[in-house]
Every structure is written in structure tokens, then in C-alpha cells.
């Protein structure tokens, strides 16, 4: 439970249900008051979805009272915390399955919930997993845990990534946690929840995700040789297609006035999704990378517990003064899909979240790319070297949640401003990239239209679980 979950989860639930399923939300009550406003208008809107509400438990797990997400907790070294007391949903869950009328056919659930698979099992229905990462990751994953070749290499050495369709090199530096764990002492806990996620996911039915045929597709059919039933119907974002779905939660658009204002194409937006808290001088050296490339920009700061010390630097030196009309500080949420489907809006400064990588493809927008922990340097080389439509800061590892302090500065304000720059650039460089995310863009549009690549995928995987359901009842 975190936005980076909960928000392509309820993107492909309305999905599915514009293919006339019936979807039952299975959610808490902070999360359900986080989407409110979405869910009534989709409900509104006549699709068949039921919103199905269990107590998170509160108590003793050491989560501070109210904590029903990941980007609720003080520190990400509650994660364990988090992921234990989440499991207990399982008993009201089963309580409550019974008397849902119709019956589910199938569950969805986020992989990392991963005792929804005993709830599948027992009442004999198939566990379908979404774990919100691409199918170059999946199968980058998969080669990697048959050839353990990580193990052979110095944390820095590059290595080609095996088994991929295109040549591709990374360093163990930049794995996700899974093969590169962090040393702090509550990496341990997040260990033993990876190795739950893993077991649990081998008996998976089968698998959608946020992706699309015309995006990976060498990546896809790679992947389906090992999974078999793996169905991709993203770009989820595209769900929606008014602003207020876009905005997803925020309702504040002055920075959308602020980008009516401005050149199309012209400006630079920078967030590194919802849980990443750069430390105070690594958040420093990005906002001077931004006002030394020129460009205008906005700038998304969520510091976190060190919130204070950023916003006391952004006063003392004077930075918003000198950056006033011309740069947008954005304190907190942001609303993202809103921001970049602006034409205002030249390039896309991420941590390659998947989602936000889906996101900035979607509409078309090149990107600035500066991974951040888990599967994110794949999501970088995903852009960089496959799609073409982003150029990479120089990040060298992943940070791990936590443990921010530890990185030190990474990535210094030169860094930002050339790789600024180099994608703002008018040259050929600059417009071959353009032009590749605009391809990609139309890609996205087409595939979720009636008949196009995704929208047939859902279609035949709702059929692939219907079959499944009345040769259960012949059985
Ligand atoms: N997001 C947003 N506003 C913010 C930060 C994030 O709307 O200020 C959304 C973003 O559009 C994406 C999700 O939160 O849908 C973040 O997911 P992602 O996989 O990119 O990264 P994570 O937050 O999980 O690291």
C-alpha cells in the first residue's frame, strides 16, 4: 500500500471495468478517502465497481496511529512494521469473501501482498499478481536469479545483463535489493519479505502488467516464453481522460496556471516520485542544477522528516527569490499526469518509478533520468538505450529507503544542468529524442483504443478467467 501501487491499481480496475467486469476494491479507509473523489466519479460514471473496506490494524506493530501507507510512515525503517500488520487483513478478508455476491472470479493483487494468494487458494479461485514493473525488469529479474552472475562481479563492474534482447550493461551497484541488499539493520526484514514475495509469486496464475505490446515487445514475448500467461494492458495513467482523474488527489493546480503561461515545450519537471527524500545538500545540488541550466521548471521537494532544514536553505539562500517566475516549487504532492501531459512541458526529471517512466512515455515527453532504489537503474536503461527517448544524470547506485545519509551526494548540480541541457537541446540529438517519445506516445494512445494491443490483451485475459471459472462450475 503506496501510491505507486494504489494508483495504477485503481487506473486498471476502472480498465477493467469499462470491459464490463464487475471489480471489487478491496482497500482501507485512509487509502479509500485518498481516492474518494475518483472512485465516486467512477462509480458515477455507471462502471460496475464495489469498494470493499477493511481496518488496517493499528495496534501493536509500532506504526504510528493512522498509518495505512507506505508515505504515512516516519521512516521507511517501518517497513517490516508495515508489511506484518498489512498481512493481517487476511482473516477479515476470507470473512468478508464469502459474502460477496457474484462471487469474484479471480483476485488481482499486488504481489507484495503476498498472503492474498492463501485467500485465492482457499476459495479455489486464481491469483493473478500485478507487481507494477515492466517486462524488461521481469525478465532482467528472471536471467539474473538463473545465472547469478551478479555474484562473479565487483560492486562497479559493468556486466552485460543476460539474456536480454538488446545488449545491455549494468553494474551490481544498481541492482534492485534483491540481488544488492543494503547493510542497515532493517534490510534484513525487508529481506525476509522479498524471499515471502518470490515464493509466493511462483505459483501466480498469471500476471498483468503496466506496459504495452508496441513498447517492450521483444522484452514481452521474451518474458511470456518463461510465465506464460502474462498479459500487458497499460498505459494505466491513460485511464483517465479528464483532469480532475489526471491530478490524482491534489487540488491545487496553480502551477497548471503558472504552465498555461509558458512556451510549449519550454519547461522541466522535476519529481522523484512519492517515496524518495533526498537529503537536504543532495536536494540542493538539483534545485541549483535546475536554475543553473536555465530553463524554467517546477520542482517537486518532499524532504520528509527533513522537510524544515530544506525549506530553511530555499529561504537563507534566497533561491526562490532569485528563481521567482521562472522556476515552481511544488511542497508535497504534485499532480503528475496533470503536469506532464501539459504542452509547457519539454522533459520529465525522474527517479524512473515505473509508473512515472509509464507515465512521461505516455505522453511523450523525454526524460532526465536519475534512478533511485529498486528496479529503477532497469527503468533507466529501458529509456535510455531501448525507447531512446532519455538521457541519464550519472547515477551510479541505488539509495536504499532510510538510509538516505549513507549515499552522500551522488549527483551534483553540473550533472543536472548538462543532462538538462542535453535534452532541452534543439539539435538533431535533441529532436531525434523528441521524436522518438512522440512515437511512443501514439503507441500508448492506440493500445488502449478499442482494438488495439491492450485493449484486446484485457479483453482476452477476462476471457482467459471466465473460461477458467465455468470449467470450474462444469468440474
Ligand atoms: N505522484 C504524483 N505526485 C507526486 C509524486 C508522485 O502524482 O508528487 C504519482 C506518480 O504520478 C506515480 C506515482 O505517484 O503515479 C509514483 O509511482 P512511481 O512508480 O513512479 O514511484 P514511487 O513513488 O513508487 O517511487
Redesign the pocket.
Known sequence: M????L??MMNMAKLIAKHSATVTIVITPRNAARFGGFLHRAVASGLSIRILQLQFPTTGYGLPEGCENL?DLPTLKLTKNFFDASAKLQEPLEEVFEELNPRPSCIISDKTLSWTADVARKFEIPWVIFD?MSCFTRLATHNLLDSKIHEQVGDFDPFWLPGLPDKITITRSQLPGMFNPGKGAHEKGINIIREKIRAAELGAYGIVINSFEELEKRYIDEYRKVKGKVWCIGPF?QANKNDIDK????NNHECITWLDCQKPGSVVYA??????RLTPPQFIELALGLEKSKFPFIL?E?GGSRTEEIEKWLKEDGFEERVKGRGVL?H??????LI?SHPSVGAFL????????I?GISVGVPMITWP???E?FFNERLVVEVVRSGVGVGAKSVRYLGEEDAAGIQVKREDVCKAVKVVMDEGIEGKERREKAQYFREMAEKALEEGGSSWLNLKLFIEDIMLHTNKDMAG
Open positions: 503506496c501510491p505507486g501501487h494508483i495504477p508515505d507494477g495513467s491530478a490524482s488527489m491534489v519529481c522523484l516520485g512519492s517515496l524518495t517537486v518532499k511544488i508535497g504532492w504534485a499532480p503528475q499526469v506532464l525522474t527517479h524512473c518509478g515505473w509508473n512515472s517512466t507515465e533511485q532504489f529498486s529503477q
